[in-house]
């Protein structure tokens, strides 16, 4: 039976719709403690005393400072900068200085309140302006997490011939991606049994490296369990390592299991957001249409620590010249560092310059490359399992983690589709580090074309050890496959089966030239936007979307057309609705009733249309998809409001108060 | 040094419930004991609660009081305090004599808690400026004496009318802005006996005393919202700018009501809301309007006149350039309405 292309009910969708689908704070261990962190309300200083006040009884607490870190103090990612907590000096503001755990969550909150930092200011920058011209040197040399530069062909000479030179500068600010769980974690851990957590995140495998260094422990002693988790777009990538780092560390301390669970003003607070960024394009282009030359300088902030700005800066290096044929191109991009909190991953989006050039009304066009860039995925090396059981079941095994966009799901049909089975007789296990191979983190829009085909290689395993030992005829019913399995099982043990990455044929990454094939494949999408601006009250409304994308096969029609819809909401909420607004590198508008979101009556009909064309080294065809809806959305909106009003919009959030400026002269 | 997030779910505070027979047993209970507080819808007053914004030692439940209807009286039409939003804005007398109430209650919150807020609590109904419902920041208005954060810190929602050094915070309902531009007068009993007071003279400034709201005092028990007939009131309507379609407060509105004979405007009336402490009334812009041609010379001489005070704090600037073009476009829309068969 034909599973993919088919809207068949989600893996956990029953469980989710009947409440019993159990998040982290569903969870309640024996003897736990709740944990929670002391954070610096300034941005750049030096500790100089911790107290601990008030009418509380602190011989209670579990207290852990940088001193109580059994292993190294840094969080493990891509360099080692950032540290759990602050020992000597504060490079942003809430970073975390000491934890503190009880069994009371109420006095926990109390006693919060009541631990008292004195610390020593110093100088602090929050500008990429300040940072690129070194106000104050507060990361490495320079400031500079990552630089690339990317060239080809001669930009300096096109510049003279050319018939017309477009130049712009472009700002985007951060998002929160509000997803609707919060972050959190439980951890048990002790120096006998090892380091165990569960929580809300999207890379369970970061997390055990994070954790391997700060206890300075075997592999097989630190486990990471993903619980149901409600959402992440990318915001729950690299911060789980931290919070899941702090409660482990007070229950290494303590011996109890505790659990942190941040409230949403501290998850908006602290946690990462998407980075802001600055762009400079020049772009020449002939009477005819061509395009001759462009010269894009590219710089994101990164925030005070590098956690993952130098994947973020490459992915926006790759796609900054868009989609379109260019002979003559420089790219330079750099990330740079501020006192702000870190900025991490959220579904990139990157401003679709050169639709400028493009006649009508709020058009975008653009790609989106699926899988880690460059040769990203060769060193990630994903490995996915697949085992069958005595009653001829088909067991995924995988860390990539279902965080509401369908994973478990596509997963299971892609498995079906291969071994010609029900969808139902096809199981995805929960990821977890100790029973689950490294498939790679939950990003990227890998999940699908890259992990799947994974799947999709791991259960053919399957069936080739079943033929191979003659035990499967080739055209088999879901009985004989089961019986396959059982005799498989009895004669030789558990019948399993990996698979691991190997880069599709004629995909070549230089990594020193920054040159090659960046991604296996690339989604393609034209995306047009009909505003409406009332040039009296400065409102902006999306009235239509059309989104047109190709993706290779669509494996899901109706979670496919949700990624869609849902990251064109967000990417309107990104272009029109959405400010971070900072204060000192804080962000100081960390409540829903301040940090404004489209509701259902912003967006408008998103209208939805896939143009199939199966990719070749994809499960059954696939491309990803995940962060493609964010890239064009934008684009296409300034350039409807272009259209409408004559009006050149270079920076989102685009909020009432920019357009009046922008539409000034204007009468009412 | 640190700084706490946000909203606290601490543990509840206890706290008496009773309900209240009638208006004497309500007014007795509340009189009696200084931290107790009438409960309406609740929509305004359980949420602040809960985040141990206030801290009522005992609720008088006044839902089963006699105050619910909406009737015409010789004067006008008569709205008891406890009618909810939605049977205010969807009522036939109100829709015809005085659109602009019911286009004002439809502009705020949502379907839900129109169906629970009452007129009451609504007059009453507290800021919504972040720092004011943050119990880890001070604020002059929570706490008298202990400072205003909203000043240096991000006041995008806050005032540029009427604001004083002690507090910039806005009153952020639509209907009393509704109220305020039809000459509405507020019918409360104490214990002292029963008394009126007009809605201008309702809510106040902050001064130096941002703590008080409102000019009722804390045992009076308001029963009814008065309107008057008038001209102006058939031709009126409300204008609501904000940063989304639904469920956010206004970053400006206008209320503005007009009596145009042969085209001159005999009477006008014109109130903003969200741009200061209590609503609008801009007796400013009602001079230039009153005598003159309707027409978008006037209006726009009106919109600059209502704004002529305005002074705007750090990140709100816009609300004056906003304010002005939300007067014009409302008095553009009302001016041009048929009423009555005439336009
Ligand atoms: C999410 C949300 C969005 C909202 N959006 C808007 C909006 O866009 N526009 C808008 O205008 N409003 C909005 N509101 C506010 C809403 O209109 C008020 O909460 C509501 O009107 C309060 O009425 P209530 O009957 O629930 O009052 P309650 O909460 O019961 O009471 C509020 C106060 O009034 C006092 N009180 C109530 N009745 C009387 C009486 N008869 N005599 C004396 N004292 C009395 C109470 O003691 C209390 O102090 C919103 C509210 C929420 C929660
Ligand atoms: S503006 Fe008023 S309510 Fe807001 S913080 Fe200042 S004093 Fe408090």
Redesign the pocket.
Known sequence: MQTIGRPVPRKEGRDKVTGQARYVDDLIFPEMLYGATVRSAVARGRIKKISFEGNIPWDEFTIVTAKDIPGENCVALILLDQPYLADEFINHPEEPILLLAHPDKHLLEEARRNVQLEIEPLPAIFTLEDSLNRKEIIWGEDNLFKSYKVEKGNVDEVWQSADFIIEGEYETGAQEQLYIENNGVIAIASPEDGVTVWGSMQCPYYVHKALLKLFGLPEDKIRVVQVETGGGFGGKEEYPSMIAGHAALLSWKSGRPVKIVYDRAEDMASTTKRHPSWTKHRTAVSRDGKLLGMEIDFVIDGGAYATLSAVVLSRGTIHAAGPYSCPNVRIKSRAVATNAPPHGEERFAESNKTSRQKKGMGFASFMHGAGFTGSGEKYLESVVGAEATADGRVRILAASTEIGQGTNTIFAQIAAEALRLDYDSIEVAKPDTGAVPNSGPTVASRTCMIVGKLVESAVLGLKQTLSGSGLLKENYTQEDFRQACRSYIEQHGALKSYSKYKAPPGINWDDEKYEGDAYGAYAWAVYVAEVTIDTVTYEARVDDFVAVQEVGKVIHPILAAGQIEGGVAQAIGYTLFENVVWKDGRMINNQMTNYIIPTAADIPPIRVFFEENPYAYGPAGAKGIGELPMDGAAPAILNAIENATGASINHIPLMPESLIEALGGESG | MFKTFGIRWKEMNSFTYKRAANEAEAIREVADNRSAKFLAGGTNLIDLMKMNVQQPSELVDINRLALKKIESIPTGLRIGALATNSEVANNKLVQEGFPVLSEALLAGASPQLRNMATVGGNLLQR?R????MDTA??????VPGS?????P?F?RI??ILG?SE????THPSDMCVALAALDAVIRVEGPKGARSIAITDFHRL?GDT?EIDTNLQPDELIVSVDLPSSAFAKRSGYLKIRDRAQYAFALVSVAAALDIKNGRIEAARIALGGVAHKPWRSTEAEKVLTGAQSNAQTFKAAAEAALRGAVPQNHNAFKVELAKRAIVRILNDVSGRRVGGAA
């Open positions: 800021t400026c972040y720092y004011f920041f001070p604020c002059n208005k929570r400072g205003c954060p909203a000043i810190g006041n806050h005032a604001a002690h507090c910039i915070a902050p941002p």
